[in-house]
């Protein structure tokens, strides 16, 4: 079976493949202080669970956007699984060609992300990944990786009106609010939050179509806020939460 990791900036997310198929996948919160043992140890809780062991992993690939981890995930790799992790980079070998400015500065998942989505469409693409930020990422009819748009992402915002207003209370903005009118504190920012950053990637969305005509790319959404915000922009016509983990499965299956 393989591992596949996804280290992001708020939350790490493992999946395992029995050849294909996505059998089980885990979020966890991200600790950039996280040794290996330590990492071990919550990969072990969450295989505990669901009878498995680390001997069944014949092979580990990540994807991460948090450079201070990838040390303590090699040291955990051959400590605990005897194996060698593959990491995602720009040097990575894929399907797709990446035409930017400077290769190196793209991110892992960003790589990922595109090889999974164009792999399934193989048609234009706009990709948003509503992670810590919300990144838009293109891929040209050609297979081409072409770049895209970065926008802080939900939990940031919400993080900043907690902290920077004296009054505005924390709230879960898992329910929407009843109307664009919040008639109380709590309903405003459900209000500010879920249909200003609909507006926010709506609005990008249209932009970047227009870069593209008169191709219509396909606009397909991912990541742990893509639910909560896909509704309010109705472009996004596809969600697939596990995206990225079955981007990963691919890339090790040409690079393996």
């Known amino acids: 079976m393989l591992l ?5 900036n708020s939350h790490i ?5 029995n050849r294909h198929e996505l059998v089980k996948n885990w979020r966890i919160q991200t600790d950039r202080n996280c040794t290996a043992d330590e ?5 072990h809780s969450l295989f505990i669970m669901e009878k498995i062991s680390f001997s069944d992993i014949q092979a580990i690939i990540v994807a991460s956007v948090v450079p ?37 500065e793209v991110g892992a998942d960003r790589i990922v992300n595109a090889v999974a989505a164009f792999a399934r469409h193989h048609q ?23 770049g ?5 992402g939900v939990a940031i915002s919400l993080a900043a009106l907690g902290r920077e207003t004296s009054k505005l209370p924390a709230i879960d903005i898992s ?9 109380n504190t709590v309903d405003a920012i459900k209000s500010g939050i879920l249909l200003g950053y609909g507006g926010l990637v709506e609005g990008i969305i249209n932009q970047i179509k227009k870069q593209f005509a008169p191709d219509n790319p ?33 890339l090790y299956e040409k690079n393996s």
């Open 68 to 104: 201070p981890l990838k040390s303590a995930w090699q040291s955990c790799a051959k400590k605990y699984f005897n194996l060698t992790p593959v990491f995602v980079s720009s040097a990575t070998a894929t399907d797709l060609e990446i035409n930017i400015d400077n290769r190196a």
């Open 4 to 8: 596949a990791v996804d280290v992001g």
């Open 175 to 183: 329910s929407p609010p009843p109307n664009p009118i919040g008639t």
């Open 124 to 146: 234009p693409l706009i990709i948003v990944d509503f992670g810590t930020a919300i990144t838009f990422d293109c891929v040209s009819k050609y297979g081409e990786y072409i």
């Open 218 to 250: 396909h606009v397909m959404a991912t990541g742990g806020m893509a639910g909560l915000i896909a509704p309010y922009s109705p472009s996004i016509k596809e969600i697939d939460s596990m995206l990225t983990l079955k981007g990963l499965q691919l």
């Open 148 to 152: 895209g748009a970065i926008a802080p």
């Open 39 to 43: 990492l071990a140890q919550n990969i």
């Open 13 to 17: 997310v493992l999946g395992i493949f």
